[in-house]
């Protein structure tokens, strides 16, 4: 039980163009999720708290109209990277809290190239 | 939340017991320890968490010293598939607080 899935595991776009990742609770529901960013060789960077049927809280530094969250219902946020450029590629992880008891499940990881 | 320090890196001999180390000397009354393990180009996998007693859980067994300022990470009889880097992270267990990830431990599990 408490798995997310997260679609889809890799993306290569162009420069410029908008890059939708989506992360869904599947056997549970999560009001609120989390959007983490890991460059190579790095630790997990949260970028954001999303919270279902309200705004997304970003971490400092993290661009708002760069990074759109929407968690438009219990089991489903999306986080879509606007006008990405080649430094936007990244590995991109999303998370959910299936209980207070458990520890958190992350997401298999979405893996963005930009050129 | 509490900062915590892990070794950057290790090694380990397969079927070797491999003990993490964490130091978490701030770590609150109400904080919990966490352990996760990201294995390359995965999202990252619970492992064990507790409080101020000792957990045991089929992956491992998490030791926490009386002081509460620091805690073991044990992976009794290590496997290949345990190659992976291991992060400690000390938390308020409420669902709507996130984990805020550290530099966490590389281990290589040695054939």
């Known amino acids: 039980g408490a798995v997310v899935s997260q679609h889809p595991s890799w993306v290569i776009c162009k420069s410029g163009t908008s890059v939708k990742i989506e992360c869904r609770s599947l056997d549970f529901q999560a009001t609120t999720m989390f959007w983490y960013r890991q460059f190579p060789k790095q630790s997990l960077m949260l970028m954001a708290t999303?919270?279902?049927?309200?705004?997304?809280?970003?971490e400092q530094g993290v661009e708002k109209d760069k990074f759109l969250i929407n968690h438009a219902s219990l089991t489903l946020s999306t986080l879509t990277v606007t006008s990405a450029h080649p430094e936007d590629s990244s590995f991109y992880i999303c998370s959910a809290p299936p209980g207070a008891s458990y520890g958190y499940t992350f997401g298999s990881g979405t893996r963005l190239t930009v050129v | 939340d509490a900062k915590t320090t892990q070794p950057t890196s290790m090694d380990c001999a397969e079927g070797r017991a491999a003990n993490l180390p964490c130091n978490h000397s701030?770590?609150?009354?109400?904080?919990?320890v966490y352990w996760y393990r990201q294995i390359h180009s995965q999202g990252p996998q619970y492992i064990i968490h507790?409080?101020?007693n000792n957990e045991t859980n089929e992956m491992a067994s998490l030791i926490i010293t009386e002081d509460r300022k620091s805690s073991t990470l044990i992976l009794p009889h290590a496997t290949l598939r345990d190659t992976a880097v291991y992060y400690c992270i000390v938390r308020f267990l409420l669902t709507g607080n996130q984990f805020y990830f550290g530099t966490g431990t590389s281990l290589t599990v040695i054939p």
């Open positions: 701030t770590i609150s009354g109400n904080e919990y």
């Open positions: 507790g409080l101020k």
């Open positions: 999303s919270n279902e049927g309200s705004k997304a809280t970003y």
